[in-house]
């Protein structure tokens, strides 16, 4: 099992000239520790659920791309970009350009999205949930369409929500090895595990599912790796990942549950968990993970 950071309760309170400094500290000690993965959350206000609105919270790709500045080996997502934010065709040269720049390290993390109250504070464009999945699926073939052949595909793609005359797509991004395979294209994660409509999206279209913990979290694995079969696709190519947090307790307490929790993922097919780590902005409960979590959780599923 690898363990990647989310990165969506970091600098709730810095001072803006800190934020820079404080993340770089932040990313150079996780990937030191291990974490195979940095995400970021894609929202322009903070989440309710995990501060209030008025906190900090920096825009996804700009901050992604200042990590990977900082940083040489971990994988880099958005966990994930709500299809409303932006037009696919700019989505996918976002990506592209943070994986050419970041030397092949860049995935699409792209989900039917939410609001924090962003989307109508600033006047951005929320569908309905029908016309966001539309939108997801024209905006996944859009993507794929770019990162065709050495520069992309030349014929016009036409949705019901999306047009782009050419999907151009220059620099191409970067062809190299991912989970013992060529990798054609950045990795896509689709967020979300809903039966009817986001579990088919996931078997046709994605690398990597995230899923969320809970009861049912084994039978949602088992619904994908059915759906994956129906189509001819072999259920192994698609990792099974979950949201998480990681609350480590004072002094590294809870490390015994954390790791328990992990354990009982990894046996329903879970091999890739991005967690929340509580007390981010104080580096030591990400050296702890590195000591006491990481290194365990990796044989795990083995």
């Known amino acids: 099992m690898d363990i990647g950071l989310h990165l969506t309760n970091f600098a709730l309170d810095t001072p803006s000239e800190r934020i820079g400094s404080r993340l770089a500290e ?13 995400a970021v959350g894609d929202h322009l206000w903070q989440s309710p659920w995990l501060g209030r609105v008025e906190q900090n919270v920096l825009e996804a790709y700009s901050t992604l791309s200042f990590i990977a500045a900082h940083t040489s080996r971990v994988q880099l997502t958005a ?11 700019m989505l996918g040269k976002l990506v592209t350009t943070l994986d050419v720049l970041s030397g092949g390290r860049a995935w699409l ?10 989307v109508e504070g600033y006047g951005l464009p929320f569908p309905p949930l029908r016309d966001r999945y539309e939108m997801l699926e024209e905006a996944l073939r859009i993507c794929r369409a770019m990162w065709t052949g050495e520069r992309g595909g030349s014929e016009p793609l036409s949705g019901k929500h999306f047009h782009v005359e050419r999907p151009l797509n220059a620099p191409q991004a970067v062809r190299t090895t991912l989970w013992g395979g060529h990798r054609p294209h950045p990795p896509v994660l689709i967020g979300g595990d809903g039966a009817r409509r986001t579990l ?19 039978s949602k694995i088992e619904l994908l790796d059915r759906l994956c079969v129906e189509i001819g696709r072999d259920p192994r190519e698609v990792r099974k990942s979950c949201v998480f947090a990681f609350d480590l307790g004072p ?10 929790q992990l354990k009982r993922m990894a046996d329903m097919g879970i091999d890739l968990v991005i967690g929340r780590v509580a007390g981010v902005d104080d580096l030591t409960p990400l050296e702890v993970m590195g000591r006491e979590v990481i290194p365990v959780a990796a044989e795990f599923g083995r």
């Open 251 to 260: 002094g590294g307490g809870g490390v015994g549950q954390v790791l328990g």
């Open 200 to 218: 088919p999206l996931v078997a046709r279209y994605a690398d990597v599912a995230s899923l969320r913990p809970g009861p049912e979290l084994a």
């Open 109 to 118: 993390g792209i989900g039917t999205g939410t609001s924090t109250g962003d």
């Open 79 to 89: 966990v994930v970009s709500g299809v409303h934010y932006r037009h696919p065709a």
């Open 26 to 38: 932040v990313v150079r000690t996780a990937e030191g520790s291990g974490f195979s993965l940095i």
